[in-house]
């Protein structure tokens, strides 16, 4: 296993910032899911609707960049920091995946991207330093509630909207795939104030992101 200093780390985890906030990682270089399926025929207002949920999901997207990045600078396991920085590259393929499909819709993403990143780096750098179990448990959590919200999306998308809807099934499979390894590494439950206070955050990132 390669071992990085810390100033290494540090180095890694500004590059990633601008990377996420201003160009688009390639990520595992996996393809976007659904590219073959024809664009479908929407109406104006439900190609404003989806645009909203896909620019959610972008934001997210950038969270959960900076949560990722900011976990693995923080904690003091070299195996730990191997294994969430090889999730965010995994979850980079999402990021890459949802700002092509924006531009497909005619959207933009959040102009608060950098608070999000910010944000969600700082819960990354506390989260780093708690103790194993809640470590890969605050993974675990942030990744189930994000699936939950993503089968959400899957509900309020437009039928027809073959392309978004292959996107966020696949995106919605690996958040599973993530929160299972969290788990495998010896996440534990959070306790429910903690997971109450994550999804009301989360909202508040919703709500803003959906027209902003």
Known sequence: MIRFSGLDRVFSALDNALKTLTTEPSGTGRP???????????????????????RVNHAGEVAAQGLYQGQALATPSAQHAQALLGAAREEADHLRWTLTRLRE?????????????????????????LPLAQAMGFVSETERQVEAHLKGHLSNLPVNDHRSRALVSQMMADEATH??????????????????????????????????
């Open 32 to 54: 976007m899911p659904g590219r073959e399926l024809p664009q479908a025929d929407l109406q104006a207002k439900q190609i404003r609707h989806a645009a909203g949920l896909m």
């Open 105 to 129: 819709l005619d959207g933009r993403p959040s102009v608060f991207s950098p608070l999000w990143y910010a944000g969600a780096f700082c819960l990354g750098l506390v989260a780093g330093r």
């Open 179 to 212: 929160g299972a390894e969290a788990r495998a590494m010896g996440g534990a439950d959070l306790p429910a104030p903690v997971q109450g206070a994550m999804r009301t955050s989360a909202k508040l990132m919703v709500q803003t992101a959906y027209h902003l």
